[in-house]
């Protein structure tokens, strides 16, 4: 007999304990070889004062077993508290969050029964960060931060993943026509990257139209990649468009380590009462099984799955009273599944999940060494004075080849000669540049600071204005 994988779970919050343990008991019947160790994470651990909802036994376990079967936890709103999805994610370099969100008409009700997407969301970066900043009366700030590394990785997994389940296009979103730096750095990594696969078709949509295409015709993609936030946006949208956010499980792909979910939460006013939908836990489950290599088990689970679906057992959040036969609870939900085992869908295609479309390991990063040189500095100053008078008081001022060349407020500019009709909040971006873009040095940027100084200004963050093999890495300001 096989020995049983250890792996970590969590039965979470609100309707969490109930979906696990109707998941377990199909895995069970099923014959998954898997031995669990269970933590405590979520709700309770917030309480006890642990801000991160989870304890350090816990990552021990996690760290040991390196697969993590997670039912979904209730986030307590308010400050001080962090999302343990995001600190799993990133603490354990879970950097691809994959969901398949697929319709199952005319079984489960959608108005978009040829629907079958995989959404491949970048997991770790973004805005995501949580670095964010109060940094006048005014103003608060959030750090977008996307690296090539970064993108590198999920666009190669999105175009591995592509060959390996024999799927045929994948659509990069972003929105780079206004983020010409962060998301497209992204967008130029999916091109260069979508050269090495010349057997996949690429495509990409500007994020605002490719979210009402995947709202209003989901069936035009096969695959998509995009960034954090836009992932998290898009494959709620998507969950819900193929008949319910109950039916999407999620895995999150690191080079070490993996978890696997619903993409749904905690939902709490449902809680308690038998009638939550398991299958997005039950599915997040199924991609895990693939992960592990247990195959065989992960397609008898999908096709009895299916074929429970398919003989209209259904639970509320699917019922409806032209597609369902049977109205169900949780658990005997999961009962009629194992009621199917070893029984393939009669509508549905049958499910055979192979080696093959097991997860993989991503190819290491090679840095890149570009030539880096400093050609000016954007300095944020905290102030209530109009821009001219902020302008009388540092544009005489000059450091070697650094001069006063614009102010912007909330990036539009209004020095010299600014836009008159745009209201000034108190933070103001002063940028300083060297006229021909030659190089300065840091010292020149200690000097400018301490002259500011002088003045009574309040300097609250600098920037340094950066070529990168000749080329501007910084934005420009509007009018600049
Ligand atoms: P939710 O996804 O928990 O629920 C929204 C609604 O969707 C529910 O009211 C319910 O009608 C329906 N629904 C969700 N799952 C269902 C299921 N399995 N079966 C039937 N119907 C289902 O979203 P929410 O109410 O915004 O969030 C509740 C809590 O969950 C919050 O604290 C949030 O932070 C947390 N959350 C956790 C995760 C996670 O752990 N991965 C993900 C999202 C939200």
Redesign the pocket.
Known sequence: MPAKTPITIAY?????PE?MTATLSILKAAGAELEYEVIEI?EKVYKRGVSTGIEDSAWESLRKNRVFL????????GGGVK???VTVRKTLGLYANVRPCTSFAPYIHTKHPKMDLVIIRENEEDLYAGIEHQQTNDVVQALKLISRPGSEKIVRYAFEYARAHKRKKVTCMTKDNIMKLTDGLFHRVFNEIGEEYPDIQKDHYILDIGCAFVAEKPEMFDMIVTLNLYGDVISDIAAQVAG???IAG?ANIGDDFAMF??????????AGQN???????LQGAIQMLVHLGQTQVASTIANAWLRTIEDGVH???IYSYNHSHDLVGTQEFANEVIARLGKLPDHFKEVTFSAETKPFKTVRYSPRNQQKEMIGVDIFLDSRLAPDEVAAKISGIHIGELQLRIISNRGVKVWPNGATETFCTDHYRCRFRSPNNTAISHNNIVELLAQIEKTGLDFIKIESLCTFDGTLGFSLAQGE
């Open positions: 979470g919050d609100g309707i969490g979906i979520g997670k039912a979904p936890i209730t986030t307590p709103q999302s343990l999805n319910s956010v109950g999620s979910e619903a993409i749904h939460g905690s939902a709490p006013t449902i009638i939550a939908n398991p299958s997005g836990l639970t509320k959040d």
